[in-house]
């Protein structure tokens, strides 16, 4: 490996541990009031991936520097409190659309920001014009409370241009807009390009991916009454909601 390259994943290194212990920064404004904790999606992950990388390669470096954006986006407030991203040039492209500013991805959420569609209204599977910051995580959690788990497949080209594939899964056990939970696997592949400045800060991400794969999973049984999903969506979302909220989730 190069030198640069080594110095530029140790760089990563450091910048995921500064998050993860960035409940000692008291400046810090979390969306929720405090860091979150992952248990129930950690375990999800450890028990549902397909690859187990190596400490300090490439492969965990990139998977462990998206999660940490992520956790960023779903739950800081502020760009200024980011360690992962150039405020001043970031920008999120998902399938080829127009790309988002990370002020526009914290008023819409990453769910949202993911999940954006350019068909016609009568023709989308999820509505994200139509749904805020918090409708939209709380209908991820109630759909699937054990977590939305994502892992690196492949890692093609090392930074500053980070070419790689992903796998994105979770069990499909509470409501998802009004449609019966089935309690099987929900999953979708996608392929992302993240460029990086000098200090590992993510400066623009590509994401491509196909997402009928995952509404195929959500919307495969039929609509139960109204009264019955406001229940189980409020019974879910105020267990799951203490413990995660991240679309890319460890």
Not at 49 to 68: D, F, H, M
Not at 95 to 123: C, D, V
């Amino acid at each position: 490996m190069a030198t640069g390259e080594e110095a530029l994943m140790k760089k990563s290194g450091d910048i995921y541990r500064s998050i993860l212990h960035d409940g000692t920064d008291n400046t810090t404004q979390w969306r929720h009031g405090a860091p979150p904790t992952f248990d129930s999606v950690n375990q999800l992950f450890e028990e549902g991936r397909t690859k187990e990388w190596p400490k300090g390669s490439l492969e965990e470096v990139v998977q462990n520097a998206i999660k940490s954006w992520d956790m960023e986006i779903s739950h800081k407030i502020r760009l200024q409190d980011f360690k992962t991203m150039n405020p001043d040039k970031f920008k999120l492209i998902v399938n080829g659309r127009k790309g988002l500013s990370g002020e526009e991805i914290l008023g819409l959420g990453s769910y949202n920001a993911l999940l954006k569609s350019s068909l016609p209204k009568e023709f989308q599977c999820y509505k994200a014009d139509e749904e805020t910051f918090e409708s939209s995580h709380d209908a991820f959690l109630s759909a699937l409370p054990r977590g939305f788990a994502w892992e690196v497949l492949s890692v093609y080209s090392g930074p500053p241009v980070i070419s790689f594939k992903f796998r994105h899964w979770g069990f499909f056990e509470g409501p998802f807009k009004g449609h019966a939970p089935t309690g099987e696997k929900v999953e979708f592949l996608g392929l992302g390009v993240l460029q990086v400045d000098e200090s590992l800060r993510a400066e623009e991400v590509e994401i491509y991916y196909d997402p009928a794969e995952l509404f195929g999973g959500l919307l495969k049984e039929p609509l139960i009454s109204p009264s019955q999903s406001e229940s189980e969506d409020n019974t879910v979302n105020v267990a799951a909601a203490a413990a995660h909220g991240c679309p890319f989730s460890k």
